[in-house]
């Protein structure tokens, strides 16, 4: 079974500092880790994910995150907030096999100030 | 890239009536589709895995009788809210994986309101 863990619901940062949102992860096997993130009344935008390979992933919009498997951590971040990044974040976990959910965790808000 | 197309985006509906919500894959073929609800500000919850030609596999918790899942062919599967309460007032949200490459996409969600 998978489980995410994303620690802090509501990240305040100013405009040109660095975000960090955690997120830690639970899996029986080898996992599949993913960061979307959702704008209101809108659907989900897949920021990253990391599946095998290089642990150093880097998505969209300038953000990127390590997975780090003696810690199970997959933590998201980016240089340089744009006020455009404020939002809801989710961290995703899925077993790596065909035809199985994403469960995500319960997200954490964005905020943005100039 | 691959399109998951979810409609209605929105609809609302009195107290008893059923409403049904189409999840198509509009470029691709797949195989596996999810649903998932989601309450506002909160996070986004499994409610069935649906494979096409196979009854829906419900996680535990979701009626089954409640929300009908059909995937009847390679693009399109449906979610039924039949005999609607207000508490059934949600986001939901579908994602299909594409058959080949097994990547997965999300529709852009259906907004349900039940008076």
């Known amino acids: 079974a998978q489980s995410v863990t994303q620690l802090g619901s509501h990240v305040s940062v100013s405009e040109g500092a660095l975000v960090l949102l955690r997120c830690n992860y639970s899996?029986?096997?080898?996992?599949?880790l993913f960061w979307y993130v959702q704008y209101p009344n809108q659907g989900l935008q897949l920021l990253l994910k990391y599946t095998t390979g290089a642990t150093l992933v880097k998505g969209i919009n300038g953000f990127e995150a390590e997975f780090k498997k003696s810690e199970t951590s997959f933590h998201l971040t980016k240089p340089s907030a744009h006020m455009s990044d404020a939002a809801e974040y989710f961290c995703a976990v899925s077993a790596n096999q065909a035809g199985t959910a994403l469960i995500f965790g319960k997200g954490t808000t964005l905020s943005v100030s100039s | 890239g691959a399109v998951v197309s979810q409609h209605p985006s929105r609809v609302i509906c009195k107290s008893g009536t059923s409403v049904k919500i189409e999840c198509r894959s509009l470029?691709?073929?797949?195989?596996?589709m999810f649903w998932y609800r989601q309450f506002p500000k909160k996070s986004l919850m499994l409610m069935a895995t649906?494979?096409?030609?196979?009854?829906?596999?419900?996680e535990q918790g979701v009626e089954k009788d409640k929300f009908l899942i059909n995937h009847a062919s390679l693009t399109l599967s449906t979610l039924t809210v039949t005999s609607a309460h207000p508490e059934d007032s949600s986001f939901y949200i579908c994602?299909?994986?594409?058959?080949?490459?097994?990547?997965?996409?999300f529709g852009e969600g259906s907004r349900l309101t039940v008076l």
């Open positions: 994602s299909a994986r594409e058959r080949v490459t097994g990547e997965l996409f």
């Open positions: 649906s494979n096409e030609g196979s009854k829906a596999t419900y």
């Open positions: 470029d691709f073929q797949a195989t596996t």
């Open positions: 899996s029986s096997v080898p996992p599949y």
